[in-house]
């Protein structure tokens, strides 16, 4: 199905890739006029929801503990009381309300193994109320695919590199809106343009911003779903990932990567081995295309897939990918060093 038109498409792949990108740029590619670039730009703001944000390169941070958490509950909370409880927990990223195997997702970050296992003490004594069965695992490779970060991240950067206050204010206005002009970030910060520009540039230079992007809250597939595997990892396995692997490329060969089917990949340890996030139309595709593909391209290793629908984000954005795979998927020899 296709969703937009050549311009539309051009303008959205252009503001993924940068999304920094001018407008005057932004005709240029399309091939159109600056009004036709803004009238397609402001379209797809609303129609999709768009919100400007940046990919982080997490290797820059404090530690590296990131965990997903699959919940179930005997009895359901409120989406008002998850709103609040999860509003200022600067550890749960993401949070995603579930219909299906689970009730509730949490993309959880921490600097440290002891923060992480604090908080998730403190997470299952909080909840106790509701009688939670949580699986915990730890998010080991993402394979492609991003997590948009809230602002916290910001004190996590490593001291190697040296930012201000300054700098970290920038940069979390940048993580609200990396479309914000040199002029709006002047005003807000107080400082003169010309410095907003130096700062900018040597931020950019530090390497702690991988990529100006976006991320898609309002995809026009409806059905939006998270999946956990296990297996059993009988030998030949490594090349079932790597058919795995050409089946995700070959969706994208079909329809636009943008808002392909398969959004997130990662390799897990813990309660899981692997988890994915894909988008469809309906139940029914995303079970075909998704459920019942890795079954088939795994069965010799018996996989086993839970999975769930998001039903209401609580708190985050959704990491929808904004590359292709191609070009962007980590690979893996799947051999062990000598």
């Known amino acids: ?50 919100r400007y944000t940046l990919e982080i390169d997490e290797s820059k941070l404090v530690g590296c503990e990131r965990h997903l958490l699959a919940i179930k509950f005997v009895k359901k909370p409120s989406v008002a009381f998850l709103k609040e409880f999860f509003k200022n ?14 009730d509730l997702f949490i993309f959880g970050w921490a ?57 970290r204010k920038m940069l979390a206005l940048l993580n609200e809106d990396s479309r914000m002009s040199l002029s709006d970030m002047a005003k807000m910060m107080e400082i003169g343009r010309g410095t907003v520009r130096y700062r900018l540039f040597r931020l950019m230079k530090s390497g702690i911003i991988k990529r100006f992007t976006l991320a898609i809250q309002s995809p ?24 795995l692997r050409r089946r995700y490329q ?22 899981f081995r692997s988890f994915g996030m894909a988008i469809s139309n309906t139940e029914e595709e995303a079970m075909d295309s998704v459920i019942d593909m890795s079954k088939e391209v795994l069965m010799m290793d018996n996989p086993v897939i839970t999975h769930a629908r998001i039903v209401k984000v609580i708190k985050g954005l959704l990491p929808l990918r904004n590359l292709d795979i191609k070009r962007n998927y980590m690979k893996i020899d799947w051999m062990p060093n000598d």
């Open 1 to 50: 199905m296709d969703f937009f038109t050549k311009t539309e498409r051009t303008i959205l792949g252009s503001l993924s890739a940068n999304s920094r990108t001018s407008v005057t740029e932004l005709a240029k590619e399309a091939k159109c006029s600056r009004v036709t670039a803004v009238k397609n730009l402001n379209r797809l703001e609303k129609r999709f929801n768009i």
């Open 89 to 102: 927990d600067e550890f749960a990223e993401e949070v995603f309300l579930l219909d299906g195997h689970y």
């Open 111 to 167: 600097g440290d193994p002891v923060s992480y296992i604090k908080w998730e003490t403190y997470l299952a004594s909080e909840l106790a109320e509701f009688k939670p069965e949580i699986r915990s695992t730890e998010l080991v490779v993402s394979l492609f695919g991003f997590w948009p970060l809230n602002d916290s991240f910001v004190d996590e950067i490593h001291e190697s590199i040296k930012l201000d206050k300054v700098d």
């Open 220 to 243: 026009p597939q409806k059905y939006q779903l998270l999946y956990f595997v296990n297996y059993t990892f009988n030998k030949g396995v490594r090349d079932r990932f790597l058919e």
């Open 250 to 271: 070959s969706m994208d060969d079909q329809e636009h990567p943008i808002l392909g089917t398969i959004q997130f990949a990662a390799q897990l340890s813990g309660s």
